[in-house]
T-cell receptor, first 114, second 112 residues
Framework: GAGVSQSPSNKVTEKGKDVELRCDPI?????LYWYRQSLGQGLEFLIY????????KSGLPSDRFSAERTGGSVSTLTIQRTQQEDSAVYLC????????????FGPGTRLTVT | KQEVTQIPAALSVPEGENLVLNCSFT??????LQWFRQDPGKGLTSLLL?????REQTSGRLNASLDKSSGRSTLYIAASQPGDSATYLC???????????FGTGTRLKVLA
């Protein structure tokens, strides 16, 4: 079946503009994660959604970042008033947590803020 | 605050060698630990998941061990192949949370 997909694959935006990144998880996966990977850095947890529970937003770096998951499926990560330090690869993963923690990752969206 | 460290940062070995990648974490109150590989320009692929109650997991030429009390995990790769060249990441999930903390990875190159 289809894996996790993310769009766009690349996004170049000007400083100060808003961007939306999309993640389509594997069908039936109840859990969805967003991570950020900056050049030379490890993966940084941003936010976690589990079913209808309130999301764990503890990793969001500032109030310019927000995410939603509609209908327990597709998720959108929004970054408002982008800054150059927001440039990174944004990765999405889904899993069958709590049944299984094995995470399936999408290919990522490379965001460049100029 | 949980911190995850991976040593070495980079490793280059000739084909056929057995090798060990190391992962250490500062807080032993973990739920599980996962090992991933990341190929250039791609997302991560889960390799092995070890629950906190387990000591090791095996998949093919890969074996991962966990010593929770000492805050260490190792990933053993037997008979390495050029196709094993990738960055290997470990990640721990703390008790009471679904949040994963990742190490910065070991970049492995297996030479033909």
């Amino acid at each position: 079946g289809a894996g996790v997909s993310q769009s766009p694959s690349n996004k170049v935006t000007e400083k100060g503009k808003d961007v939306e990144l999309r993640c389509d998880p594997i069908s039936g996966h109840t859990a969805l994660y967003w991570y950020r990977q900056s050049l030379g850095q490890g993966l940084e947890f941003l936010i976690y959604f589990q079913g209808n529970s309130a999301p764990d937003k503890s990793g969001l770096p500032s109030d310019r970042f927000s995410a939603e998951r509609t209908g327990g499926s597709v998720s959108t990560l929004t970054i408002q008033r982008t800054q150059q330090e927001d440039s990174a690869v944004y990765l999405c993963a889904s899993s069958l947590a709590p049944t299984s923690d094995e995470q399936y990752f999408g290919p990522g969206t490379r965001l460049t803020v100029t | 605050k949980q911190e995850v460290t991976q040593i070495p940062a980079a490793l280059s070995v000739p084909e056929g060698e057995n090798l060990v990648l190391n992962c250490s974490f500062t807080d032993s109150a973990i739920y599980n630990l996962q090992w991933f590989r990341q190929d250039p320009g791609k997302g991560l692929t889960s390799l092995l998941l070890i629950q906190s109650s387990q000591r090791e997991q095996t998949s093919g030429r890969l074996n991962a061990s966990l010593d929770k009390s000492s805050g260490r995990s190792t990933l053993y790769i037997a008979a390495s192949q050029p196709g094993d060249s990738a960055t290997y990441l470990c990640a721990v999930r703390a008790l009471g949370t679904y949040k994963y903390i990742f190490g910065t990875g070991t970049r492995l190159k297996v030479l033909a």
